[in-house]
Protein backbone atom coordinates (compact mmCIF):
# COMPACT_ATOMS: atom_id res chain seq x y z
CA UNK A 1 0.00 0.00 0.00
CA UNK A 2 1.77 3.58 -0.80
CA UNK A 3 2.05 5.52 2.51
CA UNK A 4 0.96 9.05 2.78
CA UNK A 5 2.43 12.41 3.00
CA UNK A 6 3.13 12.30 6.85
CA UNK A 7 5.30 8.79 6.47
CA UNK A 8 7.61 10.23 4.11
CA UNK A 9 8.08 13.02 5.78
CA UNK A 10 8.99 10.91 9.43
CA UNK A 11 11.38 9.30 6.84
CA UNK A 12 12.72 12.32 6.10
CA UNK A 13 13.12 13.44 9.15
CA UNK A 14 14.31 10.25 10.68
CA UNK A 15 17.36 10.05 8.06
CA UNK A 16 17.96 13.46 8.78
CA UNK A 17 18.42 12.61 12.16
CA UNK A 18 20.74 9.39 11.63
CA UNK A 19 22.76 11.39 9.00
CA UNK A 20 23.71 13.96 12.24
CA UNK A 21 24.92 11.23 14.30
CA UNK A 22 27.52 9.71 12.09
CA UNK A 23 31.27 10.51 12.46
CA UNK A 24 32.06 12.41 9.33
CA UNK A 25 35.30 12.76 8.18
CA UNK A 26 37.75 15.88 6.98
CA UNK A 27 38.51 15.31 3.30
CA UNK A 28 42.62 15.00 3.16
CA UNK A 29 44.12 17.23 0.53
CA UNK A 30 48.03 17.10 1.22
CA UNK A 31 49.81 16.51 -1.96
CA UNK A 32 50.92 13.06 -1.27
CA UNK A 33 47.69 11.70 -1.44
CA UNK A 34 46.62 14.17 -4.15
CA UNK A 35 50.05 12.74 -6.20
CA UNK A 36 48.82 9.13 -5.33
CA UNK A 37 45.12 9.54 -6.61
CA UNK A 38 45.97 10.74 -10.22
CA UNK A 39 49.08 8.24 -10.34
CA UNK A 40 46.28 6.04 -9.79
CA UNK A 41 44.22 7.21 -12.04
CA UNK A 42 46.76 6.69 -14.65
CA UNK A 43 47.03 3.15 -14.30
CA UNK A 44 43.53 2.66 -14.61
CA UNK A 45 42.22 2.19 -11.30
CA UNK A 46 38.32 2.53 -12.20
CA UNK A 47 36.79 5.26 -9.99
CA UNK A 48 35.83 4.81 -6.56
CA UNK A 49 33.29 6.40 -4.32
CA UNK A 50 36.36 6.80 -1.87
CA UNK A 51 38.60 9.59 -0.83
CA UNK A 52 41.24 10.12 2.14
CA UNK A 53 40.33 11.79 5.10
CA UNK A 54 41.09 12.34 8.88
CA UNK A 55 38.83 10.99 11.64
CA UNK A 56 38.76 11.89 14.95
CA UNK A 57 39.19 7.84 16.49
CA UNK A 58 41.04 6.04 13.57
CA UNK A 59 42.92 9.66 12.07
CA UNK A 60 43.31 8.97 8.79
CA UNK A 61 40.78 6.12 6.53
CA UNK A 62 38.65 6.61 3.26
CA UNK A 63 35.63 8.09 3.55
CA UNK A 64 32.42 7.20 1.72
CA UNK A 65 31.93 10.56 -0.55
CA UNK A 66 28.31 9.12 -1.68
CA UNK A 67 26.59 6.28 -0.14
CA UNK A 68 27.38 3.10 -0.92
CA UNK A 69 25.08 0.08 -1.09
CA UNK A 70 24.96 -3.18 0.28
CA UNK A 71 26.68 -5.56 -2.35
CA UNK A 72 28.43 -2.52 -4.03
CA UNK A 73 31.83 -2.68 -5.33
CA UNK A 74 33.91 -0.56 -2.62
CA UNK A 75 37.06 -0.59 -4.92
CA UNK A 76 38.37 -3.02 -7.84
CA UNK A 77 42.33 -2.94 -8.25
CA UNK A 78 43.68 -3.63 -11.92
CA UNK A 79 46.34 -6.33 -12.01
CA UNK A 80 48.79 -4.20 -13.21
CA UNK A 81 48.73 -2.32 -9.69
CA UNK A 82 49.46 -5.60 -7.77
CA UNK A 83 52.79 -6.09 -6.51
CA UNK A 84 52.68 -9.83 -6.06
CA UNK A 85 55.85 -12.32 -5.45
CA UNK A 86 55.72 -13.60 -8.55
CA UNK A 87 55.62 -9.88 -10.70
CA UNK A 88 58.87 -9.14 -7.93
CA UNK A 89 60.48 -11.57 -9.87
CA UNK A 90 59.85 -10.99 -13.38
CA UNK A 91 60.83 -6.92 -12.67
CA UNK A 92 63.76 -7.96 -10.91
CA UNK A 93 64.82 -9.59 -13.84
CA UNK A 94 63.84 -6.56 -16.34
CA UNK A 95 65.52 -4.44 -14.56
CA UNK A 96 68.70 -6.23 -14.53
CA UNK A 97 68.23 -6.63 -18.68
CA UNK A 98 68.24 -2.96 -18.59
CA UNK A 99 70.83 -2.13 -16.69
CA UNK A 100 73.17 -4.61 -18.45
CA UNK A 101 73.32 -7.15 -15.88
CA UNK A 102 71.58 -10.57 -15.37
CA UNK A 103 69.76 -12.38 -12.83
CA UNK A 104 69.79 -15.98 -12.28
CA UNK A 105 66.76 -16.72 -11.73
CA UNK A 106 66.99 -20.33 -11.00
CA UNK A 107 68.87 -18.72 -7.45
CA UNK A 108 65.85 -16.68 -6.35
CA UNK A 109 64.66 -18.58 -3.82
CA UNK A 110 62.61 -15.82 -1.82
CA UNK A 111 59.33 -16.49 0.08
CA UNK A 112 56.29 -14.53 -0.58
CA UNK A 113 56.37 -12.15 2.12
CA UNK A 114 60.58 -11.90 1.46
CA UNK A 115 59.74 -10.93 -2.04
CA UNK A 116 57.47 -8.17 -1.77
CA UNK A 117 59.61 -6.94 1.83
CA UNK A 118 62.58 -6.89 -1.28
CA UNK A 119 60.71 -4.97 -3.58
CA UNK A 120 59.23 -1.87 -1.19
CA UNK A 121 62.95 -2.29 -0.01
CA UNK A 122 64.57 -1.55 -3.63
CA UNK A 123 61.77 0.85 -4.37
CA UNK A 124 62.36 3.13 -1.49
CA UNK A 125 66.05 3.07 -1.96
CA UNK A 126 65.35 4.51 -6.16
CA UNK A 127 63.55 7.26 -4.24
CA UNK A 128 62.27 9.58 -7.15
CA UNK A 129 63.83 7.22 -9.80
CA UNK A 130 61.15 4.58 -8.85
CA UNK A 131 57.82 3.95 -11.08
CA UNK A 132 55.99 3.28 -8.01
CA UNK A 133 57.47 6.84 -6.57
CA UNK A 134 53.50 7.83 -5.59
CA UNK A 135 52.96 4.66 -3.75
CA UNK A 136 56.50 4.44 -2.00
CA UNK A 137 55.37 8.34 -1.21
CA UNK A 138 52.15 7.38 0.61
CA UNK A 139 53.48 4.76 2.46
CA UNK A 140 54.09 5.43 6.49
CA UNK A 141 57.49 7.34 7.41
CA UNK A 142 57.56 5.32 10.41
CA UNK A 143 55.83 2.51 12.31
CA UNK A 144 57.07 4.03 15.75
CA UNK A 145 53.48 2.18 17.48
CA UNK A 146 54.61 -0.68 16.56
CA UNK A 147 56.91 -2.34 19.29
CA UNK A 148 59.18 -4.32 16.89
CA UNK A 149 60.06 -0.95 15.22
CA UNK A 150 61.06 -0.02 18.50
CA UNK A 151 62.75 -3.10 19.47
CA UNK A 152 64.43 -4.61 16.25
CA UNK A 153 67.85 -2.25 16.63
CA UNK A 154 70.05 -0.14 14.71
CA UNK A 155 71.78 -3.33 13.52
CA UNK A 156 71.10 -6.59 12.32
CA UNK A 157 70.20 -9.03 15.03
CA UNK A 158 68.31 -12.58 15.79
CA UNK A 159 67.06 -10.57 19.40
CA UNK A 160 65.29 -7.97 20.71
CA UNK A 161 67.35 -4.43 21.62
CA UNK A 162 68.40 -4.18 25.10
CA UNK A 163 70.15 -1.37 24.40
CA UNK A 164 70.75 1.06 27.29
CA UNK A 165 68.14 3.19 25.44
CA UNK A 166 65.97 4.86 27.41
CA UNK A 167 63.00 4.16 24.77
CA UNK A 168 63.78 0.47 24.57
CA UNK A 169 64.28 -0.06 28.23
CA UNK A 170 60.58 1.60 28.90
CA UNK A 171 59.07 -0.33 26.43
CA UNK A 172 60.13 -3.67 27.35
CA UNK A 173 59.66 -2.80 31.06
CA UNK A 174 56.10 -2.19 30.11
CA UNK A 175 55.43 -4.80 27.78
CA UNK A 176 52.80 -7.49 28.92
CA UNK A 177 54.30 -11.23 28.75
CA UNK A 178 52.32 -12.40 25.90
CA UNK A 179 53.24 -9.69 23.73
CA UNK A 180 57.30 -9.27 24.55
CA UNK A 181 57.13 -13.21 23.30
CA UNK A 182 55.12 -12.55 20.01
CA UNK A 183 57.60 -9.25 19.56
CA UNK A 184 60.97 -11.70 20.00
CA UNK A 185 59.25 -14.35 17.50
CA UNK A 186 58.68 -11.56 14.99
CA UNK A 187 62.18 -10.20 15.56
CA UNK A 188 64.01 -13.99 15.09
CA UNK A 189 61.78 -14.10 11.58
CA UNK A 190 62.99 -10.61 10.76
CA UNK A 191 66.26 -11.36 10.96
CA UNK A 192 65.64 -14.62 9.37
CA UNK A 193 64.28 -12.89 6.31
CA UNK A 194 67.17 -10.41 6.19
CA UNK A 195 69.77 -13.14 6.52
CA UNK A 196 68.00 -15.28 3.55
CA UNK A 197 67.66 -12.68 1.28
CA UNK A 198 70.72 -10.58 1.74
CA UNK A 199 72.41 -14.46 0.94
CA UNK A 200 70.04 -14.80 -2.54
CA UNK A 201 70.63 -11.14 -3.75
CA UNK A 202 74.09 -12.12 -3.72
CA UNK A 203 73.98 -15.75 -5.27
CA UNK A 204 71.10 -14.15 -7.54
CA UNK A 205 72.91 -11.06 -8.59
CA UNK A 206 70.41 -8.74 -7.63
CA UNK A 207 70.64 -5.27 -6.27
CA UNK A 208 72.22 -6.06 -2.94
CA UNK A 209 70.60 -5.47 0.81
CA UNK A 210 72.55 -3.06 3.15
CA UNK A 211 70.44 -0.86 5.27
CA UNK A 212 69.01 -2.61 8.27
CA UNK A 213 66.58 0.04 9.42
CA UNK A 214 65.36 0.25 5.61
CA UNK A 215 64.14 -3.09 5.73
CA UNK A 216 63.07 -3.45 8.99
CA UNK A 217 61.04 -0.55 7.40
CA UNK A 218 60.16 -2.54 4.63
CA UNK A 219 59.39 -5.62 6.56
CA UNK A 220 56.66 -3.54 8.67
CA UNK A 221 54.97 -2.59 5.46
CA UNK A 222 54.12 -5.90 3.89
CA UNK A 223 53.63 -6.58 7.60
CA UNK A 224 50.95 -4.46 7.83
CA UNK A 225 49.49 -3.69 4.18
CA UNK A 226 49.43 -7.04 2.28
CA UNK A 227 46.00 -8.70 1.62
CA UNK A 228 45.30 -12.30 0.54
CA UNK A 229 43.75 -12.74 -2.36
CA UNK A 230 41.59 -15.29 -1.59
CA UNK A 231 39.96 -17.30 -4.90
CA UNK A 232 43.43 -17.37 -7.29
CA UNK A 233 43.02 -16.48 -11.16
CA UNK A 234 42.20 -19.34 -12.84
CA UNK A 235 43.90 -17.64 -15.98
CA UNK A 236 47.33 -16.50 -16.51
CA UNK A 237 47.35 -14.49 -19.87
CA UNK A 238 49.32 -11.25 -19.97
CA UNK A 239 48.16 -8.09 -19.26
CA UNK A 240 49.46 -5.32 -21.46
CA UNK A 241 51.03 -2.49 -19.54
CA UNK A 242 52.37 1.01 -19.94
CA UNK A 243 53.62 4.20 -18.09
CA UNK A 244 54.79 3.91 -14.73
CA UNK A 245 54.13 0.33 -13.91
CA UNK A 246 55.63 -1.33 -16.73
CA UNK A 247 58.56 -2.58 -15.05
CA UNK A 248 56.22 -5.15 -12.89
CA UNK A 249 52.65 -4.58 -14.08
CA UNK A 250 53.46 -6.30 -17.53
CA UNK A 251 53.16 -9.44 -15.97
CA UNK A 252 49.92 -11.08 -14.48
CA UNK A 253 49.47 -12.94 -11.07
CA UNK A 254 51.12 -16.56 -10.98
CA UNK A 255 48.93 -19.08 -9.67
CA UNK A 256 51.15 -19.31 -6.51
CA UNK A 257 50.37 -15.87 -5.59
CA UNK A 258 48.65 -15.86 -2.52
CA UNK A 259 49.39 -12.27 -1.12
CA UNK A 260 49.72 -8.67 -2.75
CA UNK A 261 50.44 -5.33 -1.80
CA UNK A 262 47.39 -3.18 -3.37
CA UNK A 263 47.81 0.83 -3.33
CA UNK A 264 44.83 2.76 -2.65
CA UNK A 265 43.08 -0.33 -1.05
CA UNK A 266 45.76 -0.29 2.01
CA UNK A 267 44.44 3.13 3.07
CA UNK A 268 41.26 1.35 4.39
CA UNK A 269 41.22 0.82 8.09
CA UNK A 270 39.89 -2.06 10.48
CA UNK A 271 36.84 -2.77 12.11
CA UNK A 272 35.63 -5.88 13.78
CA UNK A 273 32.36 -5.20 12.71
CA UNK A 274 33.09 -4.81 9.33
CA UNK A 275 31.51 -7.28 6.68
CA UNK A 276 32.99 -7.73 3.24
CA UNK A 277 33.60 -10.18 0.27
CA UNK A 278 37.22 -10.27 -1.51
CA UNK A 279 37.95 -11.89 -4.82
CA UNK A 280 39.98 -11.95 -8.07
CA UNK A 281 37.64 -11.29 -11.18
CA UNK A 282 39.71 -13.60 -13.85
CA UNK A 283 37.78 -11.40 -16.40
CA UNK A 284 38.42 -8.16 -15.55
CA UNK A 285 41.49 -9.26 -13.76
CA UNK A 286 40.71 -6.62 -11.15
CA UNK A 287 41.14 -7.66 -7.07
CA UNK A 288 37.78 -7.14 -6.05
CA UNK A 289 36.00 -5.36 -2.40
CA UNK A 290 32.78 -6.18 -2.19
CA UNK A 291 30.76 -4.44 1.04
CA UNK A 292 27.79 -6.47 2.94
CA UNK A 293 26.82 -3.69 4.90
CA UNK A 294 26.03 -0.06 3.38
CA UNK A 295 27.86 3.09 4.18
CA UNK A 296 26.46 6.49 4.23
CA UNK A 297 28.23 9.59 2.28
CA UNK A 298 30.51 10.79 5.19
CA UNK A 299 31.20 7.38 7.10
CA UNK A 300 34.67 5.90 7.42
CA UNK A 301 34.33 2.68 5.39
CA UNK A 302 36.40 -0.26 6.49
CA UNK A 303 37.17 -3.99 6.35
CA UNK A 304 38.15 -6.51 8.53
CA UNK A 305 41.53 -7.78 9.11
CA UNK A 306 40.40 -11.17 11.07
CA UNK A 307 38.99 -12.02 14.35
CA UNK A 308 41.84 -10.46 16.34
CA UNK A 309 42.78 -9.40 20.42
CA UNK A 310 44.56 -6.24 21.03
CA UNK A 311 47.63 -7.93 21.73
CA UNK A 312 47.86 -9.36 18.12
CA UNK A 313 46.48 -5.56 16.52
CA UNK A 314 49.21 -3.85 18.89
CA UNK A 315 52.51 -6.60 17.17
CA UNK A 316 51.29 -6.69 14.42
CA UNK A 317 49.50 -3.58 13.35
CA UNK A 318 50.51 -0.78 15.56
CA UNK A 319 46.89 -0.31 17.22
CA UNK A 320 43.85 -1.42 19.62
CA UNK A 321 40.43 -1.39 20.02
CA UNK A 322 38.62 0.11 22.60
CA UNK A 323 35.81 -2.55 22.54
CA UNK A 324 37.50 -5.68 21.22
CA UNK A 325 35.24 -8.44 21.17
CA UNK A 326 37.76 -10.76 21.15
CA UNK A 327 39.78 -9.97 24.36
CA UNK A 328 41.46 -12.25 27.17
CA UNK A 329 43.61 -13.02 29.19
CA UNK A 330 46.79 -15.37 28.69
CA UNK A 331 47.52 -17.33 31.76
CA UNK A 332 50.19 -19.44 29.64
CA UNK A 333 52.88 -17.87 31.31
CA UNK A 334 51.50 -17.88 34.92
CA UNK A 335 51.38 -21.73 33.95
CA UNK A 336 55.22 -21.64 32.76
CA UNK A 337 56.00 -20.04 36.40
CA UNK A 338 53.69 -22.36 38.50
CA UNK A 339 55.27 -25.56 36.92
CA UNK A 340 58.75 -24.39 37.95
CA UNK A 341 57.69 -23.13 41.24
CA UNK A 342 56.30 -26.61 41.57
CA UNK A 343 58.97 -28.51 40.35
CA UNK A 344 61.62 -26.46 42.74
CA UNK A 345 59.58 -27.79 45.65
CA UNK A 346 59.41 -31.22 44.54
CA UNK A 347 63.40 -31.18 44.79
CA UNK A 348 62.86 -29.43 47.79
CA UNK A 349 61.50 -32.74 49.64
CA UNK A 350 63.76 -35.69 50.22
CA UNK A 351 63.21 -39.75 49.41
CA UNK A 352 60.12 -39.13 46.85
CA UNK A 353 61.22 -35.70 44.73
CA UNK A 354 62.94 -37.39 42.13
CA UNK A 355 60.43 -39.86 40.91
CA UNK A 356 57.64 -37.02 41.49
CA UNK A 357 59.62 -34.64 39.70
CA UNK A 358 60.57 -36.86 36.84
CA UNK A 359 56.36 -37.46 36.68
CA UNK A 360 55.78 -33.72 36.90
CA UNK A 361 57.98 -33.45 33.64
CA UNK A 362 56.15 -36.76 31.75
CA UNK A 363 53.08 -35.09 32.21
CA UNK A 364 53.79 -31.64 30.64
CA UNK A 365 55.06 -33.35 28.19
CA UNK A 366 52.22 -35.58 27.51
CA UNK A 367 50.11 -33.04 27.61
CA UNK A 368 52.04 -31.21 24.68
CA UNK A 369 52.14 -33.95 22.83
CA UNK A 370 47.82 -34.23 23.10
CA UNK A 371 47.80 -30.97 22.67
CA UNK A 372 46.46 -29.71 25.38
CA UNK A 373 49.18 -27.27 26.79
CA UNK A 374 49.28 -24.09 26.71
CA UNK A 375 46.88 -21.60 24.76
CA UNK A 376 45.36 -20.78 28.04
CA UNK A 377 42.75 -18.14 27.33
CA UNK A 378 40.43 -16.89 30.25
CA UNK A 379 37.50 -14.43 28.15
CA UNK A 380 35.78 -11.73 30.27
CA UNK A 381 32.61 -14.02 30.55
CA UNK A 382 34.17 -17.21 31.52
CA UNK A 383 32.21 -18.33 34.96
CA UNK A 384 34.76 -21.48 35.09
CA UNK A 385 38.11 -21.73 34.13
CA UNK A 386 38.48 -23.04 30.67
CA UNK A 387 38.51 -26.76 29.46
CA UNK A 388 42.10 -26.55 28.70
CA UNK A 389 43.37 -24.92 31.43
CA UNK A 390 41.52 -27.71 34.12
CA UNK A 391 42.13 -30.20 32.09
CA UNK A 392 46.09 -29.21 32.69
CA UNK A 393 45.57 -28.40 36.33
CA UNK A 394 43.32 -31.15 37.34
CA UNK A 395 46.37 -33.88 35.68
CA UNK A 396 49.38 -31.88 37.67
CA UNK A 397 47.82 -31.12 40.51
CA UNK A 398 47.21 -35.08 41.02
CA UNK A 399 51.01 -35.70 41.42
CA UNK A 400 52.08 -32.07 42.68
CA UNK A 401 49.39 -31.72 45.72
CA UNK A 402 48.04 -35.39 45.90
CA UNK A 403 51.36 -37.46 45.30
CA UNK A 404 49.17 -39.65 43.55
CA UNK A 405 51.36 -41.95 41.16
CA UNK A 406 51.48 -41.58 37.76
CA UNK A 407 49.64 -44.48 36.22
CA UNK A 408 47.04 -43.62 38.72
CA UNK A 409 46.94 -39.60 37.80
CA UNK A 410 46.13 -40.36 34.25
CA UNK A 411 43.48 -42.68 35.14
CA UNK A 412 41.66 -40.58 37.24
CA UNK A 413 42.13 -37.65 34.76
CA UNK A 414 41.06 -39.90 31.74
CA UNK A 415 37.80 -40.96 33.82
CA UNK A 416 36.96 -36.83 34.52
CA UNK A 417 37.66 -36.00 30.51
CA UNK A 418 34.90 -39.16 29.85
CA UNK A 419 32.88 -37.56 32.36
CA UNK A 420 32.99 -40.54 34.54
CA UNK A 421 32.66 -40.32 38.16
CA UNK A 422 35.72 -39.84 40.27
CA UNK A 423 35.00 -39.88 43.88
CA UNK A 424 35.93 -37.29 46.37
CA UNK A 425 39.10 -36.62 44.82
CA UNK A 426 37.34 -34.43 41.90
CA UNK A 427 35.92 -31.42 44.11
CA UNK A 428 39.79 -31.17 45.74
CA UNK A 429 41.11 -30.93 42.39
CA UNK A 430 38.30 -28.46 41.27
CA UNK A 431 38.74 -26.21 44.27
CA UNK A 432 42.70 -26.22 43.66
CA UNK A 433 41.49 -25.36 40.47
CA UNK A 434 39.53 -22.47 40.89
CA UNK A 435 41.80 -21.36 43.72
CA UNK A 436 45.14 -21.32 40.82
CA UNK A 437 43.09 -19.08 38.66
CA UNK A 438 42.53 -16.70 41.03
CA UNK A 439 45.82 -16.18 42.09
CA UNK A 440 47.49 -15.84 38.93
CA UNK A 441 44.69 -13.23 38.52
CA UNK A 442 45.00 -11.35 41.20
CA UNK A 443 49.03 -11.20 40.63
CA UNK A 444 48.33 -9.89 37.07
CA UNK A 445 46.10 -7.41 38.55
CA UNK A 446 48.94 -6.37 40.68
CA UNK A 447 51.37 -6.10 37.90
CA UNK A 448 48.50 -3.95 35.71
CA UNK A 449 48.00 -1.55 38.79
CA UNK A 450 51.84 -0.61 38.53
CA UNK A 451 52.37 -0.61 34.84
CA UNK A 452 49.16 1.80 34.55
CA UNK A 453 50.87 3.91 37.44
CA UNK A 454 54.22 4.07 35.64
CA UNK A 455 52.49 4.79 32.09
CA UNK A 456 49.61 7.22 33.32
CA UNK A 457 52.34 9.36 35.41
CA UNK A 458 55.08 9.68 32.65
CA UNK A 459 56.55 12.93 31.50
CA UNK A 460 54.42 13.95 28.47
CA UNK A 461 57.66 15.61 27.65
CA UNK A 462 59.46 12.20 27.06
CA UNK A 463 56.75 11.49 24.35
CA UNK A 464 57.60 11.71 21.14
CA UNK A 465 61.16 13.28 22.33
CA UNK A 466 63.59 10.69 22.67
CA UNK A 467 61.17 7.98 24.45
CA UNK A 468 57.94 6.08 23.05
CA UNK A 469 55.39 7.51 20.99
CA UNK A 470 52.21 9.12 22.57
CA UNK A 471 50.08 6.47 20.80
CA UNK A 472 52.22 3.19 21.68
CA UNK A 473 52.30 4.53 25.16
CA UNK A 474 48.53 4.77 24.62
CA UNK A 475 47.48 1.13 23.32
CA UNK A 476 49.76 -0.35 25.89
CA UNK A 477 47.73 1.70 28.65
CA UNK A 478 44.52 0.30 26.77
CA UNK A 479 46.26 -3.39 27.13
CA UNK A 480 46.73 -3.26 30.61
CA UNK A 481 43.44 -1.45 31.09
CA UNK A 482 41.57 -4.87 29.41
CA UNK A 483 43.62 -7.17 31.64
CA UNK A 484 43.30 -5.58 34.75
CA UNK A 485 39.46 -5.51 34.06
CA UNK A 486 39.55 -9.46 32.90
CA UNK A 487 41.46 -10.00 36.53
CA UNK A 488 39.75 -8.17 38.69
CA UNK A 489 36.33 -10.08 37.26
CA UNK A 490 37.73 -13.60 37.93
CA UNK A 491 39.38 -12.62 41.38
CA UNK A 492 36.04 -11.79 42.68
Not at 144 to 155: D, E, K, Q, R, T
Not at 358 to 379: H, I
Not at 445 to 452: C, D, E, G, I, K
Amino acid sequence: MRKGRTARRRRQRTARIESHSLIVGRPCTDLVWTALRSWCKEQGLPKTKLTLAYFPDTFRGMMATRDISQGEDVVRVPERLLITASKVKQAMLARAAVDGGSIQSNRWDLSEHQSLTYWVYVEAELQEHSEWYSYICSLPRDFASIPLFVLSGSSPSGTVDTSSSGCVQWVIAHLPHPLRQRVTEQQHRLFGDWSHTRASSVVSRSRPVTNWRLYVWSWLVVSTRCIHLGRRPSSTRHVHSTGASSSSGAHSIGSQDNITLAPMLDLLNHNEHASISTLFDSDRREFVIKTNRPFKAGQEVFISYGPHDNLFLLAEYGFVLEHNPYQHLELDHAAELWVAAAKARMQGLKRVAPARAADFDALVDMLKQRGLWGDFALLPGDTEPPYRLQSALRLLFAVEQQGAPLKRAIAQWERWRRGEPEGAESNVLDTATSSWVRAACQGLLSVSARMLNDIGTMNHNDLDNGGPSAFLAHCMHMVWLEISAIAAHHCA
